[in-house]
């Protein structure tokens, strides 16, 4: 069998490669220098315990970790932002993909993390990389999640 890297990556693969590099250092030395974990749906938990009142979101787990966990994603973001300004805007690749697909893909997304206790990053390069038994499960899940779904979703679509 021979793959074609071009019909998987059109855009090239080395932007892929540098950024999965970039983020498995980050993740890494985040864990080395203070022993976190960064993974960003607690990231999204830990703000609304800023606003809400509800018990899930006032455990000290994420009422003591949403200072350290909001410096962090505004880092990602800063972090993206120079990305962009140093290397320029990537090619744009157009596809119409319906609103409601994107908010129904959006909460599976959202419920998942929840519901494995965490998302793909904190799963899939700081769990994995830890060697956690229940982030390999998580990861696992996460993937063949994603590959039903991706299939589903080119019969039902058309895409």
Same mark, same amino acid.
């Given at each position: ?20 590099l ?5 993740m ?9 974990v960064?993974?960003?749906?607690t ?10 009142r ?22 990602? #973001? ?7 300004i ?11 993909i319906?609103?409601?697909?994107l908010? #129904?893909?959006?909460?599976?997304a ?14 899939? #390069? ?6 956690q ?27």
């Amino acid at each position: 069998m021979n793959l074609d890297l071009t019909s998987l990556f059109p855009l090239g693969w080395g932007h892929y490669l540098a950024g999965g590099l970039v983020m498995g250092l980050g993740m890494a030395l985040l864990f080395v220098a203070t022993g976190l974990v960064g993974g960003m749906s607690t990231v999204f938990s830990s703000t609304w315990s800023f606003f809400s009142r509800k018990p899930f979101f006032r455990q000290e787990a994420l009422v003591g970790s949403r200072r350290w966990r909001l410096v962090y994603a505004a880092g990602l #973001i800063l972090g993206a932002a120079a990305w962009w300004i140093w290397l320029g805007p990537a090619e744009r690749v157009s596809v119409d993909i319906p609103l409601l697909q994107l908010f #129904i893909g959006g909460l599976v997304a959202g419920y998942g993390a929840r519901l494995a206790n965490g998302c793909t990053a904190g799963h899939g #390069i700081c769990g994995l990389a830890s060697l956690q038994a229940p982030s390999l499960v998580a990861v696992l899940t996460f993937m063949a999640t994603a590959f039903l779904t991706a299939n589903l979703t080119a019969r039902l679509f058309g895409a």
